[in-house]
């Protein structure tokens, strides 16, 4: 258990759908990551939120657009993805700031397909 | 280069010890990491070390940096099937301020034969 839930872990969609991803830390941490794992390339970051706020967005397509409403929860939404953005899915949560160690804590991730 | 390189692929037999190497960049890098992941699951912390030391030891886990060469290295003693998985360096690149990003090697499968 690492304190990280991811819902749903594993979501099959339509190029012309829209799906949101759910990501929730019971840790007590201030930052939250959406990050992508494709087979054969290293873990990508896409989005990062430190005290709420978006820190970065590298550069990510327009058709993924996160959420954080608070601490606690982060949310990823997807409308008109591509095959090619068939992937895992992975959150995780950290503490930052204040001279805290920022070991980021890993959820199970969300397997998607993009049909 | 940027990237954080590994090996892809390692197979030991069961109750001998495997060692994973890694490579990082960044010199100025604050700790780095071992993840492991399972098949279907997510990424489990299983170690870290500061890069102000050069051993780190937990259980059947060592960890071994070198930091003139910018290498990280685990050593499993003891392999069992149960640490079959892909395991992951990752090093903490600082920016401004204390926001770093996390960046991964591409993962070095071990398969652990009885």
């Known amino acids: 258990e690492t304190g990280v839930t991811q819902t749903p872990r594993h979501l099959v969609m339509g190029m012309t759908n829209k799906k949101s991803l759910k990501c929730e830390q019971h840790?007590?941490?201030?930052?939250m990551y959406w990050y992508k794992q494709s087979a054969k390339k290293p873990l990508e970051l896409m989005f990062v939120?430190?005290?709420?706020?978006?820190?970065e967005n590298n550069s990510v397509p327009s058709r993924f657009s996160p959420e954080c409403p608070n601490s606690s929860h982060l949310f990823l939404h997807l409308h008109t993805l591509q095959p090619e953005d068939s992937a895992l899915y992975l959150c995780?949560?950290?503490?930052?700031?204040?001279?805290?160690?920022?070991?980021?804590?890993f959820g199970p991730g969300t397997r998607l397909l993009v049909l | 280069g940027e990237d954080v390189e590994q090996s892809l692929f390692l197979s030991v037999r069961e109750g001998d010890s495997s060692v994973i190497n890694c490579t990082y960049t960044?010199?100025?890098?604050?700790?780095l990491y071992w993840y492991k992941q399972e098949p279907g699951a997510g990424l489990q912390l299983l170690t870290y070390?500061?890069?102000?030391?050069d051993m780190k030891q937990d259980q059947r886990l060592t960890v071994l940096l070198n930091k003139k060469d910018k290498h990280l290295s685990l050593r499993i003693a003891d392999t069992q099937t149960g640490d079959s998985a892909i395991y992951f360096c990752?090093?903490?690149?600082?920016?401004?301020?204390?926001?770093?990003?996390?960046?991964f090697g591409k993962g070095t499968k071990l398969s652990v034969k009885p």
């Open positions: 995780a949560s950290s503490q930052v700031g204040g001279g805290a160690h920022e070991t980021q804590y």
């Open positions: 840790l007590g941490h201030n930052a």
């Open positions: 939120y430190s005290l709420e706020e978006r820190v």
């Open positions: 960044d010199s100025s890098s604050t700790y």
């Open positions: 070390i500061f890069s102000n030391m």
């Open positions: 990752a090093e903490m690149r600082v920016r401004g301020g204390s926001q770093g990003n996390l960046i």
